[in-house]
């Protein structure tokens, strides 16, 4: 079991930035270091559905969704078993809720669907205001 907690978020005015983290923590009873799993960064305004906007994988390559891609970075850090949204640029149409989750297994090109990754962390609410 893994649990992902992320913190970060808050009101920014449009064009500002933030940074959001994610720290992990696994029980006892988990057989995979941290640094196997393939982490992605989700998102979910009010009335909308969950999109997938970043991820990376266990060899630190990255994919991004075209609504925030050369805005935001993904990083990893797996000493501190934490993944990072660093995001620029910020615009009305960020405000949402922002996830991490953590996939078990190579999302290969499904790293922008949920069911790609076992487990989510609670969310930390993004607001931009214009």
């Known amino acids: 079991q893994v649990h992902l907690v992320e913190s970060g978020g808050g009101s920014v005015q449009s064009g500002g930035s933030l940074r959001l983290s994610c720290a992990a923590s696994?029980?006892?009873?988990?057989?995979?270091?941290?640094?196997?799993?393939?982490m992605g960064w989700f998102r979910q305004a009010p009335n909308e559905g969950r999109e997938g906007i970043a991820a990376i994988d266990s060899d630190g390559n990255t994919a991004y969704a075209d609504s925030v891609k050369g805005r935001f970075t993904i990083s990893r850090d797996n000493a501190k078993t934490s993944v990072y949204l660093q995001m620029n640029s910020l615009n009305a149409e960020d405000t949402a809720m922002y996830y991490c989750?953590?996939?078990?297994?190579?999302?290969?090109?499904?790293?922008?669907?949920?069911?790609?990754?076992?487990?989510w962390g609670q969310g930390t609410q993004v607001t931009v205001s214009s």
């Open positions: 696994e029980d006892a009873y988990s057989s995979l270091p941290y640094n196997s799993y393939d």
């Open positions: 989750a953590a996939s078990t297994v190579w999302y290969g090109g499904h790293w922008s669907l949920e069911n790609t990754y076992d487990y």
